[in-house]
C-alpha cells in the first residue's frame, strides 16, 4: 500500500514539473518570435517580457502579449507590444516611442 501511495505522490510531482516545463518552452518560443519580429523591422531588442492575453471577458487566451524594448535606427527607444502564439506574431498591439515612466514596471535585474 505505501508502494501505491509514493508511486501517486511521485506521479503528481512530475506532471507539475513537466506542466512547468511547458509553460516555460512556450514562453521562449513566444519571445523568440517577437524578438525576430523586431530585428526584421530593423530593430535592437533591449529587453523583453510576455504576459498572459485576456479577452475583454476575462477569459485567458491562447496568446500572449509580449513587450520589447527596443532601439530603432536612430538609436530612439520604442515600446512595441505584441500578439504572440505558438505559430508566430498574430497582431502589432502597439508600436510607440518609449515612455520613461514605464522604466519602473520592469522587473529589476542584479546586474
Known amino acids: 500500500m505505501l508502494f501505491w501511495i509514493l508511486a501517486f505522490?511521485?506521479?503528481?510531482i512530475a506532471i507539475g514539473y513537466?506542466?512547468?516545463?511547458?509553460?516555460c518552452a512556450l514562453d521562449y518560443l513566444c519571445i523568440r518570435h517577437a524578438r525576430r519580429f523586431c530585428r526584421r523591422q530593423g530593430l535592437?531588442?533591449?529587453?523583453s517580457r510576455a504576459g498572459i492575453a485576456f479577452e475583454q471577458s476575462g477569459v485567458k487566451t491562447e496568446f500572449t502579449i509580449?513587450?520589447?524594448d527596443c532601439l530603432d535606427a536612430q538609436k530612439q527607444r520604442k515600446l512595441i507590444r505584441l500578439l504572440v502564439w505558438l505559430f508566430g506574431v498574430r497582431k502589432v498591439l502597439s508600436n510607440e516611442i518609449y515612455?520613461?515612466?514605464h522604466d519602473?514596471?520592469?522587473?529589476?535585474?542584479n546586474g
Do not use: I, K, Y
Open 99 to 101: 515612455p520613461d515612466s
Open 104 to 109: 519602473e514596471q520592469w522587473p529589476q535585474t
Open 66 to 68: 509580449v513587450e520589447l
Open 44 to 47: 535592437e531588442v533591449r529587453r
Open 9 to 12: 505522490v511521485a506521479f503528481v
Open 18 to 23: 513537466l506542466w512547468w516545463g511547458v509553460h
